[in-house]
């Protein structure tokens, strides 16, 4: 089986999304997806990364990654090119189980779990709940939602409307209190029904995250989310230590190399890395087991698309050390305005059958549509790109 044809698809109605398909003489379709700052991911497959699959064995999963990791690795990494090399790691996995008949979490060794516990991020671009801006009122509505829905708890971020006017340097305590507040609304009119987990984006330094911490302590907090910059380590450290509250750290870590600093330097209490960045599937289930090794769970951030919903569901099927998965009910909405066969939450937990691969196709009502933008590159094109000079390491 070779690569014959790899499309690159984007939207015009969600800007954030892309798609990768990758095509094989087979007839067979993998589907890979990434999200954020896309247009970096698409250049680098179009500059760099289709000149190293196209006519290549796409069921080599761990040379190709290599390949590609190596190549863009020689002028630093992460970023775009490996928001492209996730999305293609996903198509790639998604092709080997059509191919197999099997589903992803079959392939990586089988289910531990039948269900994932699920808690819902309360986005703050949401049509229904925006966190920026929702009084206490609005905060309680959306706990209740979430209840019926029977997710087993909630993300929300009471603070970050404050970190912009000063850097994150100085949080005033009237702002801190309003903050807290929040939390504090929910905890009253909804006791134990739910969890809180609070998300603080990196916002802050180190003293004005203690002061946050300090102040949600009596809450019942679950979670406490980047708290500092993730290259502040010796921060992270510290936080660990000021309080009981489990830290979680980071999306924004990607691969092994560098996740590893975080677990060998004892930074955080929960492991979170996002699979439509971070090196996708391949990469996912190696940081999950190195975690493993330092009694560490895992919480697979999840805020992108359906496809990385899917990919994220897999890797929780399979991984045994899954604390929680992230989901996010307002993007789940239009889920099925792109895609077929999307993974669904009921009750607080998603659960997976044997269709083969990750499951979600995406619909021909689509990419038929004026919403699609397709680029599609193959043998034809990659005989007239011209950049100067091929690295060997291409020719491997």
């Known amino acids: 089986m070779k690569i014959t044809r790899i499309d690159i698809i984007t939207t015009r109605s969600k800007t954030r999304l892309m798609w990768v398909q990758i095509h094989t003489d087979s007839g067979l379709i993998g589907l890979g997806e990434t999200y954020d700052k896309v247009a970096a991911a698409k250049a680098s497959i179009i500059e760099v990364f289709a000149r190293q699959l196209i006519g290549k064995d796409p069921l080599r999963i761990e040379y190709l990654w290599r390949n590609m990791h190596d190549f863009v690795n020689m002028h630093g990494y992460a970023g775009g090119e490996f928001r492209a090399l ?9 092709l080997l189980g059509k191919t197999t008949g099997l589903p992803v979490y079959a392939l990586l060794g089988g289910r531990v779990r039948e269900t994932i516990p699920v808690y819902n991020t309360c986005v703050n671009w949401s049509n229904l709940y925006n966190s920026w801006k929702a009084d206490f009122n609005d905060t309680i509505k959306e706990a209740e939602k979430l209840i019926e829905l029977g997710y087993r708890g909630m993300k929300i971020d009471p603070f970050l409307r404050y970190a912009g006017k000063s850097f994150g340097q100085n949080l005033c305590k009237n702002d801190l209190k309003v903050g807290t507040d929040h939390i504090r609304a929910i905890r009253n009119a909804c006791g134990d029904k739910i969890e809180i987990m609070l998300d603080l984006h990196a916002a802050w330094n180190l003293p004005a995250a203690k002061s946050i911490i300090k102040a949600v302590e009596p809450l019942d907090i679950t979670f406490v989310e980047e708290p500092v910059l993730p290259n502040e380590r010796e921060s ?35 492991l979170m890395f996002d699979l439509a960045w971070t090196g996708g599937i391949s990469e996912g289930k190696k940081i999950a087991t190195m975690a493993e ?31 929680i998965m992230e989901a996010v009910e307002e993007y789940s909405s239009y889920f099925n305005d ?56 291409l020719n491997r």
């Not at 996730?86 to 998604?94: C, G, R, V």
């Not at 937990?349 to 009502?365: A, F, I, M, N, R």
Request: charged share 20%; glycine share 6%; proline share 6%.
């Open 86 to 94: 996730s999305a293609i790691d996903m198509a790639l996995w998604d």
């Open 236 to 270: 992270m450290k510290e936080l660990r230590t000021f309080t009981d509250i489990p830290i979680l750290e980071s999306e924004r870590y990607f691969t092994r190399w560098q996740v590893k600093d975080l677990l060998v330097e004892r930074c955080t209490d929960i």
């Open 293 to 323: 090794c330092f009694g560490i769970p895992i919480s697979p951030h999840n805020c992108g698309g359906p496809v990385t919903a899917a990919a994220s569901a897999h890797i929780c099927m399979n991984v045994p050390n899954v604390y």
């Open 338 to 393: 792109y895609t077929t066969h999307n993974i669904t939450c009921k009750q607080g937990l998603v659960s997976l059958d044997d269709k083969p691969g990750l499951g979600p196709e995406l619909s021909q009502s689509f990419l038929t549509s004026g919403d699609a933008e397709i680029i599609t590159i193959d043998e034809k094109t990659i005989q007239i790109m011209n950049d100067g000079v091929l690295w060997p390491i």
